[in-house]
């Protein structure tokens, strides 16, 4: 369903508007969940809000733990001072 699949493909592409889109997605399926979805066997909702959550931490994690820069390491350059 689109409620587990663009938690997904926000982790995958990492990009936040879908990110923000699946908790958005995620939180309506919860408010809509009915007792007797719950007692068929379907997923809980706040199990898909907690992965739209995580999947929305993902898509921010390069703010607070960048990526190390491209270092050309051909090595034809000069040694780098000690």
Known sequence: TLGTALPMAAMFTRHKMIGWTAVVFAIQNWLNES??????G???GYFA??????SLMLTYMPIFFPTAQNVDTTGTGP???V
């Open 35 to 40: 007792p007797a979805q719950v007692a068929a």
């Open 49 to 54: 809000v907690g992965i739209a959550l995580m």
């Open 42 to 44: 379907k997923q809980p």
């Open 79 to 81: 040694a780098a001072p």
